[in-house]
């Protein structure tokens, strides 16, 4: 596609309860970012993932969060028994070898 | 060592007039600074980017300054207009515009009165 496509566009969901967060990176694009945004704050990076290499895990908060990415392509963010402090905008961001990133317009996850 | 700082948290700022926003940075393995823009409900968007071996980047009306002794770079936003009322964000990352993780400052919210 020609952008970044996250889905859902927006989330709710029950404390406790798992959720999953999908991320399209555009074709082409090795490099894809995933970051918090938490209202009124800066973007918190979590995880990224180069190519075939070992994704860098260091933002995780928590073994509540996972992510994948299949076949250098589609990546899910996975966050178990979630809880309201959870509750954020989480974004997506894919990059060519060289440039800059491209973020997609997020999915706004409510934990209640 | 990791931290991007950002000032101020907010602005407001008269149609025609220039928007500064600053960040400093800890990190002097950082080689890579861009700025990203965000509307409300989008996702932050590239602006403008500088590498450190040079002083000052221009496009259009936005503009990068520099400064690798200090640890600190700016965007300025010349002859600013409402449209450019958005979120406004720093970052740092290593490697240049091939490395990794970007760090991200707070951001900075700009409004541009008519």
């Known amino acids: 596609g020609a952008g970044v496509s996250q889905s859902p566009s927006n989330k709710v969901t029950e404390k406790g309860k798992d959720v999953e967060l999908r991320c399209d990176p555009i074709?082409?694009?090795?490099?894809l970012y995933w970051y918090r945004q938490s209202l009124g704050q800066g973007l918190e990076f979590l995880i990224y993932?180069?190519?075939?290499?070992?994704?860098?895990k260091s933002g995780l908060p928590s073994d509540r969060f996972s992510a994948e990415r299949t076949g250098g392509s589609v990546s899910t963010l996975t966050i178990q028994r979630t809880q309201q402090e959870d509750s954020a905008v989480y974004l997506c961001?894919?990059?060519?070898?060289?440039?800059?990133?491209?973020f997609g317009s997020g999915t706004r996850l409510t934990v209640v | 060592q990791q931290q991007v700082k950002q000032s101020p948290q907010s602005l407001i700022v008269q149609k025609g007039g220039i928007s500064i926003i600053n960040c400093a940075y800890e990190?002097?393995?950082?080689?890579?600074f861009p700025w990203y823009q965000q509307f409300p409900g989008k996702g932050p968007a590239l602006l403008i980017a500088?590498?450190?071996?040079?002083s000052e980047k221009k496009e259009g009306r936005f503009t990068i300054s520099f400064n690798k002794s200090a640890k600190q770079f700016s965007l300025h936003i010349m002859d600013s207009q409402p449209g450019d009322s958005a979120t406004y964000f720093c970052?740092?990352?290593?490697?240049?515009?091939?490395?990794?993780?970007?760090?991200f400052g707070q951001g900075t919210e700009l409004s541009v009165k008519p």
């Open positions: 961001a894919s990059r060519r070898r060289q440039g800059g990133y491209t």
């Open positions: 990190n002097t393995a950082f080689d890579y």
């Open positions: 970052a740092a990352s290593k490697g240049g515009n091939q490395g990794g993780k970007l760090i």
């Open positions: 074709s082409g694009h090795t490099a």
């Open positions: 993932f180069q190519g075939n290499s070992a994704p860098d």
């Open positions: 500088i590498r450190p071996d040079v």
